[in-house]
Structures are given as structure tokens and as C-alpha cells.
């Protein structure tokens, strides 16, 4: 599918996963829907999104309008009300959204204050020297059989001790997707990096040397591999400890955040790339319902039943929903002509499920008469009611095990 130009708008919906953080965004423009996971959610919201934008793409795929999916999954637990966008570039703006519980997350997952691991991080980095930090390559040369040998990184063991150190510590996280953001920039001087950005740093660049070598070598030369134990070390020495992430943010007039409890001299993009949070806004009130079928309004939330009997054996069926009047009445005269047809046929179902079945689709339909003349749809055909039910002649083979019944209580009579 084409990509859609700049500047088209779109509408889309926030998604929370459990524990109230938010996971990402469903969006959907006159042609196509998707998902946009937030860079700084947690791997379980990552996971969470995953499905949501499975859920999105198959709704789609059964003919669903791209408006039409985000009106019936915003129906769902943890998903917000549909708000138009001008274009795509404002998701990706909320996309790029850090919060303070994403932070305290990332500090959560560092090593405990008496570990082992922070007195190996301080004893690695101070024992490196300018040789060790002096990163020489090996390879580029030419084989006997014409190949180029690819060059490589010959990293010192003092500086491999201190990347180990970084892991220790627990500054390697996978709870942050470092492939999502940028990659950090060379510090500048007289800047501050804050912890949680130091755990990024480290995450980036330890696990970006898994797919292209240099990237520890590139910020041994910058001066962040430095700034990252730096900050570490001094968020350590400070004595606070890592508060979950479920804690309730500092105030003002409470202690500093761990966010700036050390000064360093770099900075990783991440900080500079980000936006800062934004206020908290007032959550609109819910949009009103549409309809689950075509998308209009007004509509009402109800449910028609149908039942079937064959002698020993019975099913149930139930569409539930917000409809209008339209998609309403056709689905109540297809299923009450359904139980009518076939809902008899068990001495069960013919005094019991039946009829239980028939009184709870007239009280329905109540409700649906009440509506007004729907607009127009968004999410697909709008049903056709049809001929009322009984103009239907299926609608009358129920009078045959009535008469049946009634002629047995007949004939025991006259007997």
C-alpha cells in the first residue's frame, strides 16, 4: 500500500496496558490503520501492543473501515476515545513521549545498593588507562582467495572488564529498545546526564555492538562510555535507591528526583531528541456509541439472542453491541425469525429456551426503536431490516409444534 502523503489527517486512540502505562497508538487514515508503539514503554507493553496491532490489522482484513476499527476497538478495556489528528507526525510526537515511571522503571532494574557488582564497576573503570581506552582494529586486509577481510574492533581486557562491569550493575537492560530511539551523541561539555539516560546510553551501546562493531570504540573516543560510569557511580554513592516504577513520583516539595542526582559531561541523544512530558490533559468525556456494524450514530447498546433445537441437541447464538435502527431491526428480525423456524424442536427449547429467547429480543428492540434515523455509516454496508417478521413465512413453522401440543391436550381430553 502506498505510503500516505504528509499533512493527511487521521484519526487515532491512545491503548494502556495493565498497570496504566501506555503501551502506544492505534491510527488510522482514509486508507490504512496501524500501530505506533511508544519507544520508551516497558517489554510488556511492548508485547501488549504486538497484540493490539494484530487485533487492528485482522478488523481490517474483515472489511472494517480504518475509522471503523479504531470506533470498535475503542470500545475495549484500556483503550481512550477516538481523537482526530492532522496528520500521522502527531502520534509520532506522543510516540516519542518519556515519563517519569519510565525512568523509575529503568533505575528499578539496577543492581541493590550493597551489591558486589557496583565496587567491580568502580575497580574496572579506574583501572583503565589511555592505552586501554586507545581502541586499535584488527582485519581489512586482503585474503589469498580475493575477499576483503571485514575490520574489526581489538578491544583491550580492561576496557572488556568494564563493559562486563556495565552489565553488572544492571546499567544493559532490555526494557529499554534502544533500536527505537536514536543513537547517543558525543557528549558536549558542562551538560547533565541523568541516570535513567546513562542506563540508555549503556543499553545502546553494549547492545549495539552486537550488530555493528565500533559502536563501544566510537564512544570510548567521545568521552560517553566514561560519562555513563561517571553518572553511575555517583547516582550509587548518593545513596538513593531505585524506586519502582508503580511509586508515585516525587513532588516538588519533596527530595530531588534520582533523575538529577549526578552532573556528567555527555549527554545521550535520547535526551536531547525527546520532548519533555506534557501536562496532564483532562480526559474528554467517551464519544457517543456507533454503530458496531456500519459506524453510525445515534445507537444503542443492546443484545438479540437466537436459539435452535434439534431433539437432543441445542445452540445458542448472540450478537451483542451498539447498533442503530437500521442494522438493529435486521438483526432482530433475522434472529427472531431464526428461533421461530428452528427453536422448537426439544421439549426444553420448546417451553423454556425458545421462548426466553423471543420476550428478550422484543425487550431489545424497544430499546432500538427509540433511536432516530442513523447518519452516515463509517465502517461499512449498513444492514437491510428486510420485511418485518411476520411477513416472513419462516416465521410461522413455530405454529406447527403448537398446534401439535394443542391438539395432544385436545385429544386427552375427548379420550
Avoid at 57 to 75: I, K, Y
Avoid at 92 to 120: F, H, K, N, Y
Wanted: proline share 11%; aromatic share 8%; net charge positive.
Amino acid at each position: 500500500m502506498p505510503a500516505t502523503p504528509p499533512g493527511t489527517p487521521c484519526h487515532y486512540v491512545t491503548v494502556t496496558a495493565p498497570g496504566q502505562e501506555i503501551a502506544g497508538y492505534l491510527w488510522a487514515d482514509p486508507a490504512d490503520v496501524g500501530w505506533t508503539d511508544r519507544r520508551a514503554s516497558s517489554v510488556r507493553a511492548y508485547r501488549e501492543g504486538e497484540a493490539w496491532a494484530r487485533r487492528a490489522r485482522e478488523a481490517h482484513e474483515r472489511g472494517l473501515t480504518p475509522l471503523g476499527v479504531l470506533h470498535l476497538l475503542s470500545r475495549e478495556p484500556g483503550v481512550g476515545p477516538v481523537v482526530a489528528a492532522p496528520d500521522r507526525e502527531v502520534v509520532e510526537e506522543l510516540a516519542r513521549m518519556v515519563t517519569p515511571d519510565d525512568d523509575r522503571r529503568l533505575l528499578a532494574r539496577l543492581a541493590p545498593r550493597d551489591s558486589g557488582a557496583w565496587r567491580e564497576l568502580a575497580e574496572a573503570f579506574d583501572a583503565l588507562t589511555d592505552e586501554d581506552r586507545d581502541v586499535k582494529w584488527g582485519g581489512g586486509h586482503q585474503l589469498p582467495s580475493g575477499a576483503t577481510h571485514v575490520a574489526f574492533p581489538l578491544y583491550s581486557k580492561p576496557l572488556q572488564r568494564a563493559v562486563s562491569a556495565l552489565s553488572g550493575v544492571g546499567a544493559v537492560t532490555p526494557e529499554h529498545r534502544w533500536a527505537g530511539v536514536p543513537m547517543p551523541v558525543p557528549p558536549r561539555e558542562g551538560q547533565m546526564l541523568e541516570p535513567a539516560d546513562a542506563v540508555r546510553a549503556a543499553t545502546a551501546i553494549v547492545r549495539g555492538e552486537r550488530f555493528c562493531d565500533g559502536h563501544i570504540a566510537e564512544s570510548v573516543k567521545n568521552g560517553l562510555f566514561d560519562a555513563v560510569a561517571v553518572c553511575l557511580r555517583a547516582w550509587h554513592a548518593s545513596g538513593r535507591t531505585a524506586v519502582p516504577a508503580d511509586a508515585a513520583p516525587p513532588t516538588s516539595e519533596g527530595p530531588a528526583s534520582d533523575a538529577t542526582a549526578c552532573e556528567a559531561t555527555a549527554v545521550p541523544a535520547t535526551t536531547a531528541q525527546v520532548p519533555a512530558p506534557s501536562r496532564p490533559r483532562r480526559t474528554p468525556p467517551p464519544p457517543a456509541p456507533v454503530c458496531r456494524f456500519c459506524g453510525g450514530s445515534p445507537a444503542a447498546d443492546v443484545t438479540f439472542r437466537a436459539h435452535q433445537a434439534l431433539l437432543v441437541v441445542m445452540r445458542f447464538r448472540k450478537t451483542a453491541g451498539p447498533m442503530c435502527l437500521t442494522c438493529g431491526l435486521a438483526v432482530y428480525r433475522t434472529l427472531t425469525t431464526y428461533t421461530l423456524w428452528q427453536g422448537w424442536w426439544s421439549p426444553f427449547s420448546l417451553f423454556l429456551f425458545a421462548p426466553f429467547a423471543l420476550v428478550r429480543n422484543v425487550l431489545a428492540v424497544r430499546h432500538v426503536r427509540k433511536l432516530a434515523a442513523p447518519g452516515p455509516g463509517t465502517s461499512g454496508p449498513r444492514y437491510d431490516p428486510g420485511v418485518p417478521v411476520r411477513r416472513r413465512p419462516l416465521a410461522y413453522v413455530g405454529l406447527v409444534p403448537a398446534l401439535w401440543v394443542v391438539g395432544m391436550i385436545v385429544y386427552g381430553l375427548a379420550g
